[in-house]
């Protein structure tokens, strides 16, 4: 299968130092569980899914990360919070008014600043492979002619997702969208470095990311790389239950 694109320029191995941890959300597939613990702080293998997006942030050398809130607010921010630096905190507080991906991340873009900013769906986490998959985002980004690089997983080494794919991607790394009805070879894990100038132009209010991508898509500046080790999608009380044994398995 194709890796993607294979640059070493624009953000590079650096990688960006901000990232933002999409916390906001309903977990309504995860219910009963998230009828009083929302879905960040559900927890896999021992440790909350919102804490393993952190340890994932430390090894890329994150210095800043902006976790949005909007169900059971206090209980995420709190836990968010106390969290020891490196990487600061900050809250970007959708208790008014649920965002969705796309309008949740146009708000805390005054908290990410002007540079690329890595994204983390806090239901999304993987077992590592050979390195770590942010270091593998970093390593293919480059900012010259990306507006956004997405995290991809092959269909066979997913567990908890049952879906039929997301995007088929060219040899250079170029996304499109699977056609209706069809399988595509690669799902989004939940993990993207996205430049700010993805969300010019971006609308107001509620809206799913997946309107930006499309347009960058038209653009031809949507990239995916395929990630590396095993992707867990942790949707559902079932999917929890599939998570802790593929983390057993592999740490055997």
């Known amino acids: 299968m194709q890796a993607g694109p294979d640059t070493e320029n624009g953000a590079g191995a650096k990688g960006p130092k901000t990232a933002i941890v999409l916390s906001a959300g309903m977990g309504k597939r995860m219910r009963p569980i998230t009828a009083t613990t929302p879905k960040p702080l559900v927890p896999v293998a021992g440790r909350t899914l919102l804490d ?150 971006a609308p107001e209010g509620s809206f799913s990311l997946n309107r930006l991508f499309d347009v960058a898509i038209e653009r031809g500046t949507l990239f995916g790389v395929q990630m590396e080790g095993i992707w867990l999608h942790v949707g559902t009380p079932e999917a929890i239950d599939a998570a802790e044994r593929a983390i057993r398995d592999s740490a055997a």
């Open 52 to 201: 393993r997006a952190f340890d994932k942030l430390v090894v890329a050398g994150v210095e800043t990360v902006v976790v949005n809130v909007h169900y059971l607010a206090d209980l995420v921010e709190a836990h968010a919070l106390r969290w020891p630096a490196p990487p600061k905190v900050l809250i970007s507080d959708e208790r008014a008014e649920l965002l969705e991906t796309g309008g949740g991340v146009v708000k805390a873009l005054p908290l990410l600043g002007e540079e690329p900013f890595y994204l983390l769906n806090s239901d999304s986490t993987w077992i590592e492979g050979v390195r770590p998959n942010l270091e593998h985002l970093a390593r293919h980004f480059d900012p010259q002619k990306m507006d956004g690089l997405l995290l991809l997983s092959g269909l066979v080494s997913a567990v908890g997702y049952d879906g039929k794919g997301d995007f088929v991607m060219d040899a250079d790394g170029r996304l499109a969208r699977r056609a209706e009805r069809e399988v595509s070879p690669f799902a989004y894990v939940g993990g993207a470095i996205l430049h700010p100038r993805l969300f010019e132009g």
